[in-house]
């Protein structure tokens, strides 16, 4: 029993930790914001399209020019479908990425006989900008460094910018935050950042003047210029964002700021008393470690008669290089002389002189002369949190070529002398030409290569290159090395994405329907309880509990895993509700047919299980079978649904098997385990 008691033990405990992290996000909000806390606050459910509303975009791919040149007499040219359509839905992939869409769902999908592309963006009601982005012809493009910026985009931008301040200036504070966000999806100038935080005296000038005189919800009346903010650029390079600030005060309070003024060293002089051995000593020098001391310390009486005339006796009797200016060391701060001469000259106050002091060099008499000290001061200060949207005036680094996807052939990986992976790129002959004239021109340099927009690779240019034939080496694994050559490829074969389907669903419509199905799954779990409890009665109470075992485990994992939850997904969870009740069933009638026969509790609790087990097993494989059908053949909603059942089912069945097992065995040495309407028996049974 001690053993099945902590195993039962072991369950409810890891059940509990579980719990927690499977709690609402309201509640979980109370946690503290730190360690584990924080991790735990993190665990959500990511809701799909049809629960959280957003939209759904289909695209076509136009895979005429793959074929036209599959169908081509040279070999070289022929190029995989897959590879071209993987390529298409990874560069949508990034563009998804760059709009700040939380957890899109990119797929590609078979349409009647053809290839399609489907982008699921949840949360995103006004789409038309991003179905601009998302469906620009993925293009391959060489670019060169930029030497001078177009002298009208600042002027244009800070004209946009004043437009948007205009409207700001119009809105309920509290609309602020969600028209940042929309600018930003909007404009691909506009960034919006929100809960910046800091004293006064951190932000630059103009924003501490605009922000000391905001009350708490206005937004500013002005542009700022903006020059704090920092990106990764190219070779990730550290590059200085510019641009105009519009800015709402979100908090303003009184703190204490402390700030420091003044560096922690000092300016001493010394008088070294070397002696043969010691570390930089003269050569010249005889004297023994024993008579070092013994001068020392008659030189340090000296010198403590008459203190004023320390750089005197430095001349006289310094063996250091300072002697001749008096033994003046200047200022120095920390960790610069050796431990026991800096402790001591820190330790000293200004016109002190020390007692004899011993390093490697020999044994020093120092004199502090001045000491400046770290001051710290603690004043009270405005501490503010502000929200911002930054229209970017950062200058573009690179410029068109006129080199582009026509003329380019073909990419694929090969290996160097030292057997590293490289990129090898051909053109074709008007290519050569031109790529001939923009490596001469750009040795020294940089070539950027894009694909669809994005920057993809931009490698040193270190000679002319003849011949159209180029390589693009770097630091690559071979995975990086495939995914450029998927890149280049995908960009070089014109695979235009033609948008043939947009379907729009209310963040209402999604909340009623995630609210319909956890009340019916609601209703379900307390109708199978009910049930489970009058027919079953104690079985059927330990059911129920296992029933909940299972509910926070599939929240868990729902929780922690970062699977997307649908409609069809909710409904393979409810059905596989059933199935693990469908496994107590059999276990609990196998059970009261071997009670009734006159077993032991024990006996019968174990041989129900025996004897209901094949038929367990055999039903769930069939169903997990089927599942793994549905997941392969099936679209993405048939597969969410199959996904979500499977997990269903396997943890019914360690809920089932295990969990309810715990539990009867508890009553293995219970009295209660002779009563026949506890056990939902006809006669009393034998223990």
């Not at 009208?152 to 602020?176: G, K, M, R, Y």
Request: glycine content about 8%; overall charge negative; some cysteine.
């Amino acid at each position: 029993m001690k053993r099945i008691y902590k195993g039962l033990s072991l369950i409810i405990l890891v059940t509990l930790l579980m719990a927690v992290v499977a709690l609402p996000s309201s509640v979980k909000s109370n946690l503290p914001d730190s360690g584990i806390s924080r991790w735990i606050q993190a665990q959500k459910p990511v809701l799909g399209l049809d629960l959280q509303g957003g939209t759904q975009l289909d695209y076509r791919i136009d895979l005429s020019k793959v074929e036209s040149r599959n169908n081509d007499d040279d070999p070289n040219n022929d190029v995989l479908e897959r590879d071209v359509i993987e390529g298409v839905r990874a560069t949508i992939e990034r563009r998804v990425d760059g709009l700040g869409v939380s957890e899109p769902n990119i797929y590609t999908a078979d349409v009647a006989d053809e290839k399609h592309i489907i982008v699921e963006l949840a949360g995103i009601k006004d789409i038309e900008e991003a179905k601009d982005i998302v469906g620009k012809t993925i293009q391959l493009e060489f670019k060169e460094p930029k030497t001078e910026e177009d002298p009208n985009v600042v002027e244009t931008i800070e004209a946009e910018a004043q437009v948007s301040l205009d409207e700001a200036l119009n809105l309920e504070p509290e609309a602020f935050t969600k028209w940042g966000q929309e600018l930003e999806i909007a404009q691909e100038k506009v960034s919006f950042r929100e809960a910046r935080e800091g004293f006064a005296s951190d932000f630059s000038q103009d924003m501490n003047d605009a922000l000391s005189n905001l009350e708490v919800g206005q937004i500013y009346n002005g542009l700022i210029p903006n020059s704090g903010d920092f990106i990764v650029g190219s070779n990730n390079q550290i590059t200085e964002r510019t641009g105009f600030l519009i800015v709402k005060l979100d908090s303003k309070e009184v703190r204490e700021n402390t700030k420091t003024t003044g560096e922690d060293r000092v300016r001493a002089s010394h008088i070294l008393v070397a002696y043969e051995g010691a570390q930089s000593a003269n050569e010249a020098i005889e004297r023994t470690k024993e008579e070092a001391v013994i001068e020392a310390e008659r030189i340090l009486a000296e010198v403590k008669a008459d203190p004023d005339n320390f750089a005197e006796f430095a001349k006289q009797y310094s063996d250091g290089p300072t002697g001749e200016n008096g033994g003046d060391l200047d200022f120095f701060g920390r960790n610069v002389m050796a431990p026991e001469f800096e402790e001591a000259a820190f330790s000293l106050a200004a016109n002190e002189v020390s007692d004899v002091v011993e390093t490697a060099f020999g044994f020093h008499i120092i004199k502090t002369t001045e000491k400046e000290e770290v001051v710290e001061e603690t004043v009270e200060e405005n501490y503010l949190t502000f929200s911002s949207v930054l229209y970017d005036t950062t200058p573009d680094p690179w410029k068109k070529t006129g080199l582009d996807g026509s003329n380019f052939k073909r990419a694929s990986v090969v290996y160097n002398q030292v057997n590293q992976p490289v990129v090898a790129i051909e053109f074709d002959a008007e290519g050569g030409v031109k790529f001939e004239e923009l490596t001469e021109r750009l040795i020294g340099s940089q070539l950027a290569i894009f694909v669809g927009g994005e920057l993809i690779s931009n490698p040193n240019v270190n000679e002319k290159i003849i011949g159209g034939q180029a390589t693009i080496t770097g630091s690559f694994t071979i995975q990086e090395a495939v995914q450029l050559a998927e890149d280049l490829n995908t960009g070089a074969i014109d695979a235009p994405i033609i948008l043939t389907g947009q379907y729009n669903i209310s963040a209402s419509l999604g909340e009623n329907a995630l609210n319909a199905s956890l009340i019916a799954g609601l209703i379900g779990l307390i109708a199978l309880s009910i049930f489970m409890i009058f027919y079953y009665r104690l079985m059927g109470i330990f059911a129920v509990l296992a029933l909940v075992i299972y509910s926070i485990v599939i929240v868990f994992i729902i929780n922690t895993t970062g699977i997307v939850m649908t409609l069809a997904g909710i409904a393979g969870i409810i059905l596989s509700i059933g199935m693990a009740v469908d496994a107590n069933i059999l276990i609990f009638e196998r059970t009261k047919e071997e009670l009734a026969d006159g077993s032991s509790y024990q006996m019968a609790v174990k041989t129900g299980f025996a004897r209901a087990w094949t038929s367990i097993r055999d039903s769930n494989v069939s169903s997990l079978i089927t599942c793994v059908i549905l997941w392969f053949f099936g679209n993405s909603i048939i597969r969410g649904f199959a996904l979500m059942l499977g997990i269903g089912i396997l943890v019914s069945m360690f809920t089932a098997i295990n969990v309810t097992r715990a539990f009867l065995q508890t009553l293995n040495e219970s009295k209660i385990n002779e009563n026949k309407f506890w056990l939902g028996g006809k006669k009393k049974v034998n223990s």
